[in-house]
């Protein structure tokens, strides 16, 4: 395994550190108001998974976006260093989030992984890892409360 930068210029994976920074770039800059940008990092067939949804195609996947950013106050990324196999690439991650229903809207920490497979320039295949109570049902007002109360109850 390999570290993206050091991918040799001949290689038939030779873009996917490009895509991986254009992956960076797009993260932290997508909005409600950009999901055109998508189109610029992912296949027209993608397949898209995390623990909330699973999605096939970039046109499925923009209308998640959608609806996932439709309360969205602010969101950046901090990327961790990526391992990369050929066109398959881990990229640890950790997103910072204002949300208008989530947290009295005051900023959450979610750590996750992005697993990303690429293919011809473009990511066809993404599939996040995170903690979906970190980053929604600890958050909310009522069940936030009981979920951590279970947490440390089983810890």
Known sequence: MTIAS????????AATPHVVNRFR???????KGNLNKLA???AEHIHFK????????LDELTRYFAGSYQNVI??????????????????????YLRHKRINGRREIQVEGISHLHIDCG?????????????????NLPLLGGIIRKIKEHAG
Do not use: C
Request: hydrophobic fraction near 35%.
């Open 6 to 13: 050091t991918i040799e210029v001949d290689s038939q994976y």
């Open 25 to 31: 770039e797009l993260f932290n800059t997508l909005d």
């Open 40 to 42: 610029g990092v992912y």
């Open 50 to 57: 995390d623990p909330l949804s699973e999605v096939r195609g």
């Open 74 to 95: 602010a969101s950046h990324f901090v990327f961790g260093r990526e391992v990369v196999d050929e066109g398959t690439v881990t990229l640890p991650w950790t997103m």
């Open 122 to 138: 473009k990511v066809n295949y993404h599939r996040d890892y995170f903690d979906a109570g970190q980053m929604l049902y600890e």
